[in-house]
């Protein structure tokens, strides 16, 4: 982790903020737009989860977080609360990892 | 300042305490991004300064997951301002709404986040929609940020593979994704997305595969009417 990329991401995520806040005014944005906006968070976060369950740099690999997030999504779909989530995700990984 | 006599407004306590309710929530979510923060690497120092001076947690997340992984500054920071983005969008909205001096504008922008803008949206009139958005940025940046010291603390002192930490991150984005996947459209971009980040892993640089995702948002292009839900969104 570098400072570069601190600074530079605080930098970058105000402008974001602002641009909205100050530059657009009162100005909308044509509709296909502030869909595909809208949908960032579902597209990219759904590849974080990808990512950080199946790789390790550049390899797919299977290995105990598969099954730490596997049932951290089925707590998720069971409607846990976020802490219930986080330590069945990291309990079930440990647990795996240690017994392999 | 304003908040004090809006505090003492009964008509408004409800809003208050969702707010504070909605912080502390956000701050165990700061105590996950301190753990994972100094797991991929960063100091203490870094970590805190993240959170106080970014602001915004899915691109706190992406860029600690893709340094965390190996992946070099600008890969980071690619996926990171593609998130940091939507944030743009709610600017547009909170812009129309809060009034008042530039530099008391300029406190509004840095809290313009999911959570201050979902609370505001939803509620009636306009002095409620003012007041949701204050009190639930403020809180949510004051929990926020104690819940990432506290994390890189805890961080530092346990061996994150020991404890099944690096799993964390993953369940974290399952939570944070789910209620996007209610719509059709949602579902779609998140498996393409899925889909695009796979399919890059073994030929791109770390961070690339979760740039690319994004493309994922262009089946946000055709208009709604063509797009049918089976049920409708809540």
Not at chain 2, 108 to 113: C, G, P
Not at chain 2, 174 to 183: A, K, S
Not at chain 2, 188 to 210: D, E, N, Q, R, Y
């Amino acid at each position: 982790m570098t400072w570069t990329l601190v600074v530079m991401l605080a930098a970058g995520a105000y402008a974001c903020k602002a641009v909205g806040f100050f530059v657009l005014g009162r100005r909308a944005l044509p509709p296909a737009l502030e869909r595909c906006l809208a949908l960032i968070p579902a597209a990219v976060v759904s590849a974080l989860v990808m990512k950080d369950t199946f790789s390790t740099g550049q390899d797919l690999v299977i290995d105990a977080r598969v099954a730490g997030v596997a049932a951290a999504t089925i707590a998720v779909w069971k409607r846990a609360p976020f802490v219930a989530v986080i330590v069945i995700a990291a309990g079930v990984t440990a647990g795996v990892r240690a017994f392999s | 300042m304003r908040s004090h006599a809006l505090l003492r407004d009964a008509t408004l306590r409800p809003v208050v305490t969702a707010s504070v309710t909605l912080g502390a929530a956000v701050g165990v979510f700061g105590i996950s991004f301190g753990v994972g923060a100094v797991s991929a690497g960063a100091t203490v120092l870094q970590a805190c300064a993240m959170s106080l001076l970014v602001f915004t947690g899915a691109s706190q997340f992406s860029a600690v997951s893709v340094i965390g992984a190996g992946g070099t500054t600008a890969s980071a920071l690619g996926g990171a301002m593609v998130l940091a983005a939507r944030n743009g969008v709610y600017g547009l909205t909170m812009g129309r709404r809060i009034e008042g001096p530039v530099g008391r504008r300029l406190v509004a922008a840095q809290l313009t986040i999911d959570e201050s803008t979902a609370m505001s949206v939803a509620q009636d009139d306009v002095a409620a929609q003012r007041a949701a958005f204050w009190i639930t940025g403020l809180s949510v940046y004051v929990f926020w940020n104690i819940g990432t010291l506290l994390g890189a603390l805890l961080g530092n002192a346990i061996d994150p593979m020991t404890f099944g930490l690096d799993a964390a991150f993953p369940a974290g984005f399952v939570f944070m994704v789910w209620p996007l996947l209610r719509t059709r459209r949602g579902r779609i971009a998140a498996a393409l997305g899925s889909l695009i980040c796979l399919a890059l892993v073994p030929f791109t640089p770390v961070g690339v595969p979760i740039l690319c995702s994004a493309l994922a948002v262009l089946v946000g292009l055709p208009a709604d009417d063509s797009w049918p839900d089976r049920r409708p969104a809540t």
